[in-house]
T-cell receptor, first 113, second 111 residues
Framework: KAGVTQTPRYLIKTRGQQVTLSCSPI?????VSWYQQTPGQGLQFLFE???????NKGNFPGRFSGRQFSNSRSEMNVSTLELGDSALYLC????????????FGPGTRLTVL | QQPVQSPQAVILREGEDAVINCSSS?????VHWYRQKHGEAPVFLMI?????EQKGHDKISASFNEKKQQSSLYLTASQLSYSGTYFC????????????FGTGTKLQVIP
């Protein structure tokens, strides 16, 4: 089976712009979760989508949003970018059951100038 | 609240053993262990569910004490390939895929 894919792998934006990141989960997986990883804060949960519905949300401002399509692919959007949004954004794919294993994609490295 | 991992960093010689601990202040349903090498995505090692079970494969195993809200990862006869940062993540009942990760333990295995 193909693994989790994320596009683009690298992105450079300037403050105030918006960005959309994409994630394709493992075939058959219906849950996609997004995480932000920074040296200072570590790995932080953003949100989880399951069957096109947001099922869980972390403690991030409303500038961070997401959606999931009927084929389970997910997108994450960050509006009005700030310098502090520079991070590695990882998506994780799972079957979606309580306690199921999550498999991470390679991530998108976002740099905000 | 983030689980607390200890130690923060450890250096081992090939063949030595290590234990990484993970402690939470919340009631846990699941504990997830990942290893991340520099510049790469976290790689799944194992998941332990409520029930105090111990799991293992090859020379890496883990335990989960739900009463103490603690988990430990055991690395035996370490190899150079074990180097990386180890993260424990905790899940709560009803949280589904929401995993709260600790700050990581940096492990370096030297020849």
């Amino acid at each position: 089976k193909a693994g989790v894919t994320q596009t683009p792998r690298y992105l450079i934006k300037t403050r105030g712009q918006q960005v959309t990141l994409s994630c394709s989960p493992i075939s058959g997986h219906r849950s996609v979760s997004w995480y932000q990883q920074t040296p200072g804060q570590g790995l932080q949960f953003l949100f989880e989508y399951f069957s096109e519905t947001q099922r869980n949300k972390g403690n991030f401002p409303g500038r961070f949003s997401g959606r999931q399509f009927s084929n389970s692919r997910s997108e994450m959007n960050v509006s009005t970018l700030e310098l502090g949004d520079s991070a590695l954004y990882l998506c994780a794919s799972s079957s979606g059951g309580q306690g199921d294993t999550q498999y991470f994609g390679p991530g998108t490295r976002l740099t905000v100038l | 609240q983030q689980p607390v991992q200890s130690p923060q960093a450890v250096i081992l010689r090939e063949g030595e053993d290590a234990v990484i601990n993970c402690s939470s202040s919340k009631a846990l349903y699941s504990v997830h262990w990942y290893r991340q090498k520099h510049g790469e995505a976290p790689v799944f090692l194992m998941i332990l569910l409520k029930g105090g079970e111990q799991k293992g494969h090859d020379k890496i195993s883990a335990s989960f004490n739900e009463k103490k809200q603690q988990s430990s990862l055991y690395l035996t006869a370490s190899q150079l390939s074990y180097s990386g940062t180890y993260f424990c993540g905790t899940g709560e009942l009803g949280g589904y895929q929401k995993v709260t990760f600790g700050t990581g333990t940096k492990l370096q295995v030297i020849p």
